[in-house]
């Protein structure tokens, strides 16, 4: 099979980093990705407002099996128009107004024209305000946007154009390192959604034959918590959420390899697919590890809550500072990409997920054997550790 192709991967992360995609404001980046898939010659559908549908035909309709990413990213909104020639600001999705500060912009106005700003605390200047500058509480309510046009009331904003829900995109700033490392906003999740592509490609080029269809989904409305809602199929028995994973103290994240997800804050996943997936890294020799998230879900969650009676699972690639300026390393996302495209050419192992109901017959069983001891006889020595074994 057609190895994955990493300077594909990266072009494709940047071509995806350049395109403004605030959830809301995404026709251009849907457009980019259906003009790729028409490239690498796959079939798709798009939604009414944009999400996509794309499928790779398999030896057999069902079980079928999804693969999702998100091409949607954290952004803002105009809120009002200052009596100071700035603009009052409100964050779509949810992230923190203390990586908000200071970063560039872009202004969406209802007559197509696009403006370039700052996002900037109220009382930005030491010069004027000295230390309230560090006093100030961090908050969405105490930053505004500075336009780079001349703009001294709410009358000049009014008459250039903006006006309140005016769609903000934040400006990445990425940065592709010799050493293999990605430093951007919105890492999360076109980071994920580069890989995905990346997996298609190498399906594609080495015209493999998979046993079932394959579905590659991009939602566009995940960062508000709607994501899969309204995309899937009947078909689909099994769905791959593709996220970032995040590095932090207390989880076992990497930004190297691949983080399979065993829980978020929704819940456990599917037991049996994501015992499938640790079983495809082993096979394939792909370098991974296990996490539970606690303040974390992805488009996996809003299908359930859709009612689609489906297994879900969570893969990602390593991130630092989730929803800040991101970090991740071009191996984490070439793994991703390795998973995807062994995931999705692999055997299915329950025949039974083709039936919406049934009786028992095939359902599937989880482990409950009892653990059986070892017998201790000696007096003197106390047993041994099992880290201790050789």
Request: glycine share 8%.
């Amino acid at each position: 099979m057609s190895q994955i192709d990493d300077r594909y991967l990266s072009d494709m992360l940047k071509q995806l980093l350049e395109t403004p995609s605030p959830t809301g404001y995404t026709d251009e980046i849907t457009r980019l990705c259906c003009r790729e898939l028409e490239r690498l010659n796959i079939g798709y559908e798009i939604t009414r407002r944009g999400a996509i549908r794309a499928l790779i035909r398999g030896g057999e309709r069902q079980p079928g099996r999804a693969i999702i990413g998100h091409i949607d990213t954290l952004g803002a909104q105009v809120k009002g128009l200052k009596s100071n020639g700035r603009l009052e600001v409100r964050m779509i999705g949810h992230w923190s107004a203390r990586f908000a500060e200071g970063a560039r912009v872009k202004i969406f106005t209802i007559h197509n024209d696009a403006y370039r700003g700052t996002i900037l605390p109220l009382k930005a200047s030491g010069h004027t305000f000295d230390d309230e500058i560090d006093t100030q509480e961090v908050s969405w309510e105490n930053l505004e946007i500075r336009v780079d046009v001349r703009a001294e009331d709410e009358k000049d904003l009014k008459a250039i154009g903006f006006d309140i829900g005016d769609m903000v995109a934040v400006e990445p700033q990425p940065e592709f390192f010799d050493n293999g490392f990605i430093v951007s906003r919105h890492l999360d999740d076109k980071g994920g959604v580069a890989a995905m592509f990346a997996a298609m490609k190498s399906i594609r080029e080495s015209d493999v034959a998979l046993p079932v269809d394959a579905y590659f989904l991009l939602s566009i409305t995940e960062e508000i918590g709607q994501g899969a809602s309204g995309i899937l199929t009947k078909d689909v028995a099994s769905l791959v959420a593709i996220d970032n994973g995040t590095v932090a103290p207390g989880q076992n994240s990497s930004e190297y390899g691949v983080t399979i997800a065993m829980g978020d804050q929704v819940g456990p996943f599917d037991y049996h697919l994501t015992q499938k997936l640790i079983r495809v890294c082993e096979e394939n020799d792909i370098e991974f590890q296990r996490d539970l998230f606690r303040y974390y879900r992805s488009d996996s969650a809003s299908a359930i809550e859709s009612g689609e009676d489906v297994r879900t699972a969570l893969v990602t690639f390593g991130i630092d500072s989730s929803h800040g300026y991101e970090r991740t390393h071009i191996h984490s996302l070439h793994s991703v990409a390795r998973l995807i495209r062994a995931y999705v050419c692999s055997e299915i192992e329950i025949p039974r997920d083709k039936d919406d109901l049934g009786d028992l017959s095939g359902f599937t069983e989880q482990p409950m054997t009892p653990h059986e001891d070892e017998k201790w006889e000696g007096q003197d020595d106390a047993p041994e550790r099992p880290g201790d074994k050789s």
